[in-house]
């Protein structure tokens, strides 16, 4: 069975999901996971856990492209290990990459370790970016949100009497952060 797995990183991407998800009914996927979520955000790729979970001997986990699936090589080999472990492969389709094959297995991991690699350079280089903008003053970050909520929690909780935590739910913010607003008041 042919198991498609489609991701993008943020709501704004749709055009990018849908592109993905006709590449996967293109290429037969008979089910597709489908999810928003930051490849990096450890917790939250519930679909991704679904599909490896769903899989079974013989399956194929189709994806359209490498960066799609796996933040980094460690994370590419958890995965294929884990396919493997279940009889299953990997077929990449923008990169004709089919681990079923051992050439598609080295090249699973040479790409892999290059994208990886190519990442690794931009983040460099996005640090250098922002520390060349800092010394310049160019660059400020941005302002911390308790300091823009600073009168809506202290309003909540000194006029209305309401608790830290209801005032901090009610102006949409952290706990921590309308305790330390009300700390420093």
């Given at each position: 069975m042919l198991i498609?797995?489609?991701?993008?990183?943020?709501?704004?991407?749709k055009a990018?999901?849908?592109?993905q998800l006709r590449e996967l009914d293109q290429a037969s996927c008979e089910k597709v996971f489908q999810e928003e979520v930051s490849s990096?955000?450890?917790?939250?790729?519930?679909?991704?856990?679904?599909?490896?979970?769903?899989?079974?001997?013989?399956?194929?986990l189709v994806v359209t492209k490498l960066d799609r699936l796996a933040r980094s090589v460690k994370h590419l080999l958890e995965i294929t290990e884990r396919?493997?472990?279940?009889?299953a492969?990997?077929?990449?389709?923008?990169?004709?990459?089919?681990?079923?094959?051992?050439n598609g297995r080295l090249m699973l991991n040479l790409l892999g370790s290059?994208?990886?690699?190519?990442?690794?350079?931009?983040?460099?280089r996005q640090r250098e970016g922002i520390a060349k903008a800092k010394a310049d003053g160019k660059y400020k970050g941005r302002k911390?949100?308790?300091?823009?909520?600073?009168?809506?929690?202290?309003?909540?909780?000194?006029?209305?009497?309401?608790?830290?935590?209801?005032?901090?739910?009610?102006?949409?913010?952290?706990?921590?952060?309308?305790?330390?607003?009300?700390?420093?008041?």
């Open positions: 498609g797995y489609a991701r993008t990183s943020t709501t704004e991407q990018g999901l849908a592109a990096v955000d450890k917790d939250g790729r519930e679909q991704l856990a679904a599909a490896l979970e769903f899989i079974r001997e013989g399956d194929i396919l493997e472990a279940k009889g492969t990997l077929r990449i389709l923008g990169m004709g990459i089919d681990t079923a094959t051992p290059t994208a990886q690699f190519e990442r690794e350079i931009m983040l460099e911390p949100t308790g300091e823009q909520k600073i009168a809506e929690i202290r309003r909540l909780v000194e006029v209305e009497g309401l608790s830290p935590t209801e005032a901090a739910r009610r102006a949409g913010v952290a706990r921590a952060t309308a305790y330390r607003v009300l700390k420093a008041a």
